[in-house]
């Protein structure tokens, strides 16, 4: 008996560092790219340039993010990026939308709810042409009413939004509307702080997904005060007479600033991302 259970004890040992090797490598995996991107932007132009790259910078050159200041309006381009991305988190929080097709009971609910989800696979190439004649003919082009407006709807959202809702208990509804109150205030101070969690998680997927956007914002904008971040980068490669290998550097300063904020907001709003991946319930 106390062979078994040396040997149990060994044999969870083992596992238990099976899969803590496994997680250290699989986290390495994920965050080198990241710890390269920083590193590198630290880096001198002569170091950038050995032939045998150094994982840890021999001179640490801050000058590295002001020359990317300097060469491009980059507090511009981070003013049209969070304008940009913060117009399009509002209004894809559909929440009217959500609550609707969750607790309504209206003819054809089912089919608009069916033509929600097909829009969902419905690729963006589709759907790019005739929304960029629409903005033409509207003279929105190098406008933010072209960079926000057509993101206005987001038919994941909903979707995402209606399964939360539903997964409420309907007699806290039904107790509600029997002490007399609106739809208004079901959706938004008993449905809203119950489902709080997964409403901040499509904000903060939505965000990120906006902040990251770049075939939109080049195509739709044309001049340099309507440029953002990831277009803007890209104008930085281009700026420095099209040897960008000499100035990687400063390619990837300009990087690690614009996903500093996406840090940020994920640092702060994990809790509730967990907190909804956790408790996510489909009907």
């Known amino acids: 008996m106390r062979d078994n259970r040396m040997a149990g004890q060994r044999n969870r040992k083992l596992m ?10 699989v986290t390495a995996l994920l965050f080198f790219p990241v710890y390269w991107l920083i590193v590198s932007s630290l880096k001198t132009q002569q170091e950038m340039r050995l032939a045998v790259p150094t994982f840890w910078p021999q001179t640490f050159s801050w000058s590295n993010y002001a020359e990317a200041f300097r060469i491009i309006p980059y507090a511009r381009f981070f003013g049209n ?7 399009i988190v509002v209004l894809q929080l559909a929440l009217l939308a959500a609550f609707a097709f969750a607790t309504g009971s209206f003819r054809g609910k089912e089919v608009l709810f069916f033509l929600v989800l097909a829009a969902m696979i ?15 003919k509207l003279n929105w082009l190098d406008t933010f009413w072209a960079l926000i407006i057509p993101h206005g709807a987001s038919a994941y959202g909903i979707f995402l939004l209606r399964q939360a809702f539903k997964s409420v208990n309907n007699d806290v509804l039904e107790a509600a509307r029997v002490d007399g109150e609106g739809r208004l205030t079901l959706l938004y101070r008993i449905l809203l702080p119950m489902k709080m969690p997964t409403v901040v998680t499509l904000a903060v997927l939505q965000f990120i997904s906006a902040w990251n956007s770049y075939f939109w914002p ?10 953002v971040l990831t277009v803007g980068i890209s104008m930085l490669r281009d700026s420095i007479a099209g040897d960008e290998a000499l100035y990687f550097h400063i390619i990837m300063a300009a990087s690690v600033m614009a996903i500093v904020p996406i840090v940020i907001l994920f640092t702060f709003m994990q809790k509730h991302i967990v907190s909804a991946m956790a408790n996510s319930t489909f009907k």
């Open 16 to 25: 238990y560092a099976g899969r803590l090797a496994l997680a250290v490598i």
């Open 81 to 87: 990026t969070l304008l940009m991305s913060a117009g």
């Open 122 to 136: 419905v690729p963006d190439q589709v759907t790019f042409v005739p929304v960029y004649v629409m903005m033409s």
């Open 218 to 227: 080049l195509i739709m904008t044309n001049s340099k005060d309507m440029r």
